[in-house]
């Protein structure tokens, strides 16, 4: 039985079917699996080979660290490399760069007249790859990177890819240069703002010291020497003026007693004092008459120590050796005790007068007090006057400096506000100049390229064999593709219908029990035809496996 019947023939789903009856039904329908699995691969080759070549070119940028050692020259660009990849990746690839390439060398010409600008340069930046290349270490540092760029013309295309990796260095440098310099000029400005600002407190500081001076926690010291001082002046002054009070009542005690003189020489009062050097001269003592004093009595002795005290200090020896002699009189009259005597009016007996031109010659005078005691007080009372003045004096510098001590506390709180400001400020401007100087000479670095920089490990060349399309890799799986669709066609018409391939199909077919089994007898002919059927089957076979080799020899070729 070697035909099949397809009427009202049952699905092969409806029928349990074994393995072995796809394979009979695959042997039966081989020439259509062998058939479809030829064509489908011949036609692979020819669309494969109509493909245009494309060629990838790529070159190695490293990452070529700083010139200068870190700990000399500090540099100011310190972001991660990767991010800054990235950036200069969407600054070289934005559309303006692109367009701009994509005219100087005349790319996708066949493109642009069929495609709009945006379509255009979409489509080179597909063909613009940028890879990472890492070390081997945990940090897993950037080390360098690639540049990749695809296209027809394997020299245009290497073209491309060096002048995106000139872009690359380019842009890196500028964006280096740029943020160091940027940084200096920050840098700048703030210690300008500072420097100001450090001026403006040093003057506030300045001006602070000078205003209250002797009331800074430095002055206590020197104020309280001062303040010594002046104390032991006023104590001194208080006892010089007690002395010349005690004086001045003395004289004014002894003037009350003493007896009135004539003045009969026709000088007067400047002549008979004033010698001419200058000096101080008493007038010639009187004569007293009975019953007054004797000249070297008592009073005179008095009168004698008022004139030496109101011209040498207490010390004097002549000071002393009066004031020893008026006690012993004063001891010797108070044993004496003689009654007092009314006291008598007389008059002082004039000396001899001299004689002088007529024309100033003036007539004889009383004066109501002794001259010398006269000059005396006015010193004594002078030398008092002084002594006040200079006492108020001392007493108003004595409260200003005890002023200064009491705000020297307040004065400490104030100034420590303003030092403290200011060593902050000048602590924050020590920081900012170093770091001026460090951003300084990094940009040096910069601008001398000898920081960390881009450079070209491998240029790109010019690819010797294109990278896509993959011919052989299409043809496979052109092939592999015929074949399954081939199967899929023989066996595919058993979910309409199942085939007859065995006697056993015949029941299931029309329900009749099969007698006996006809084996198939080959005649002369059907030998034959089968011979021409495996000769064929071979030529077949030879013919798909010579095309697969040429396939694989040009693609290997290139």
């Not at 394997?154 to 872009?167: D, E, F, I, K």
Request: proline content about 6%; overall charge positive.
């Amino acid at each position: 039985m070697t035909g099949t019947s397809r009427l009202n023939r049952p699905k092969a789903t409806d029928v349990e079917l074994s393995p072995g009856h796809y394979f009979q039904l695959l042997l039966h329908r081989k020439w259509i699996v062998i058939s479809v699995f030829v064509v489908v691969t011949i036609a692979t080759a020819v669309v494969v080979q109509t493909l245009p070549n494309i060629y990838t070119s790529e070159t190695v940028i490293l990452v070529d660290p700083q010139k200068v050692p870190e700990s000399y020259v500090r540099a100011t660009v310190t972001g991660d490399v990767r991010n800054r990849l990235g950036t200069l990746t969407q600054q070289i690839l934005s559309a303006t760069r692109l367009q701009r390439i994509i005219e100087a060398f005349g790319l996708y010409s066949e493109e642009r007249k069929k495609l709009a600008r945006e379509d255009v340069i979409a489509r080179m930046r597909a063909d613009i790859g940028v890879s990472m290349v890492t070390g081997s270490g945990q940090q897993q540092d950037l080390q360098a990177f690639k540049i990749i760029y695809s296209g027809r013309d394997p020299r245009l295309v290497a073209q491309v890819t060096n002048q995106l990796a000139a872009l690359f260095i380019e842009e890196n440098l500028k964006a280096r240069e740029e943020q160091a310099t940027g940084t200096t000029e920050f840098l700048q400005h703030t210690l300008d703002e500072t420097k100001k600002t450090l001026e403006t407190q040093e003057n506030l500081l300045r001006d602070f010291r000078m205003k209250h001076v002797g009331e800074m926690p430095e002055h206590q010291v020197a104020t309280l020497t001062v303040l010594g001082q002046l104390q032991a002046s006023l104590q001194q002054e208080n006892e010089a003026l007690s002395r010349a009070e005690q004086q001045r009542t003395y004289l004014q005690a002894t003037m009350s007693q003493s007896v009135p003189v004539v003045d009969v020489d026709g000088t007067d009062d400047s002549e008979q004092r004033n010698n001419p050097n200058g000096v101080t001269v008493a007038p010639k003592p009187p004569v007293a008459s009975k019953g007054g004093p004797a000249p070297g009595s008592l009073s005179d002795d008095k009168a004698r120590l008022a004139a030496l005290t109101a011209r040498y200090t207490d010390t004097h020896p002549e000071v002393r050796k009066l004031r020893q002699q008026i006690a012993d009189r004063e001891a010797k009259e108070g044993k004496l005790a003689p009654a007092p005597a009314p006291p008598l009016t007389t008059a002082a007996v004039p000396e001899p007068p001299v004689p002088a031109p007529p024309a100033k010659k003036r007539s004889p005078s009383v004066p109501s007090s002794n001259p010398v005691l006269i000059s005396q007080l006015r010193t004594v009372e002078a030398e008092i006057t002084r002594h006040k003045e200079e006492q108020q004096r001392l007493n108003r510098l004595v409260e200003g400096y005890r002023s200064k001590l009491e705000a020297i506390p307040v004065r400490e709180q104030q100034i420590a506000v303003l030092v403290r400001d200011y060593e902050i400020t000048k602590a924050h401007y020590s920081g900012l100049l170093d770091k001026q100087f460090s951003a300084e000479t990094a940009t040096q670095l910069e601008i001398r390229q000898k920081a960390e920089k881009f450079a070209i490990l491998d240029p790109a060349q010019p690819a010797q064999r294109p990278s896509r399309p993959n011919r052989l890799l299409i043809d496979l799986a052109g092939s592999l593709g015929g074949l399954l669709l081939g199967v899929v066609l023989s066996i595919g018409s058993e979910f309409f219908g199942m085939s007859i391939t065995c006697a056993n199909h015949i029941p299931l077919e029309n329900g009749n029990q099969v007698l006996e089994i006809i084996p198939n007898i080959l005649t002369a002919h059907d030998l034959r035809r089968k011979r021409k059927q495996v000769i064929m089957a071979t030529v077949s076979g030879l013919v798909t496996a010579v095309a697969l080799c040429g396939v694989l020899i040009y693609h290997f070729r290139g």
